[in-house]
């Protein structure tokens, strides 16, 4: 593997991030309207502390990874928690430590921010990605329900 850089996500990145994320939202068998992508984009890129703040991954001058992830408050902490939301990786790079080196830069963020517990949700199916949570993550006893 060639130079991996992990940083903050820029305005010249627009359409290498439009790229990727749609990369996940079809691998969650999903789609959202160009103005999510344009309100998204924007807020990533925004100062406003409520809103997502995303890492992309860098490779030999590449965009091949994102990862979008927030702080909210929490009822049982003082402290803020992160919320790991979108985490993704080209294909072409998967098994390469690009997923690691994402979580691991929001890892560091969250520490930071003293924000002292980050967590994130996937599908049951997505038994790639979990062979790496599982190393560097716990897994949750919680169950998710959505409304209906």
């Not at 924007?42 to 992309?56: E, H, I, K, Q, T």
């Not at 091949?64 to 402290?79: K, M, N, P, S």
Request: glycine share 6%; with cysteine; proline share 4%.
């Amino acid at each position: 593997m060639g130079d991996l850089v992990i940083r903050p996500l820029e305005a010249r990145d627009r359409e290498d991030w439009a790229r990727l994320w749609t990369g996940y939202l079809q691998f969650y068998e999903t789609s959202v309207a160009p103005e999510v992508y344009d309100s998204t984009f924007a807020r990533l890129l925004g100062d406003d502390p409520r809103d997502f703040n995303c890492f992309v991954a860098e490779l030999d001058g590449k965009l091949v990874g994102l990862t979008h992830y927030l702080f909210h408050r929490h009822a049982w902490r003082i402290e803020e928690v992160c919320y790991l939301q979108d985490l993704y990786a080209d294909p072409a790079v998967r098994g390469t430590g690009v997923g690691r080196a994402l979580i691991e830069a929001v890892y560091a963020a969250a520490d930071a921010h003293g924000a002292p517990a980050v967590y994130w949700l996937t599908q049951e199916f997505n038994s790639t990605a979990r062979q790496l949570y599982d190393r560097i993550g716990k897994v949750s006893p919680f169950i998710r329900y959505n409304r209906k």
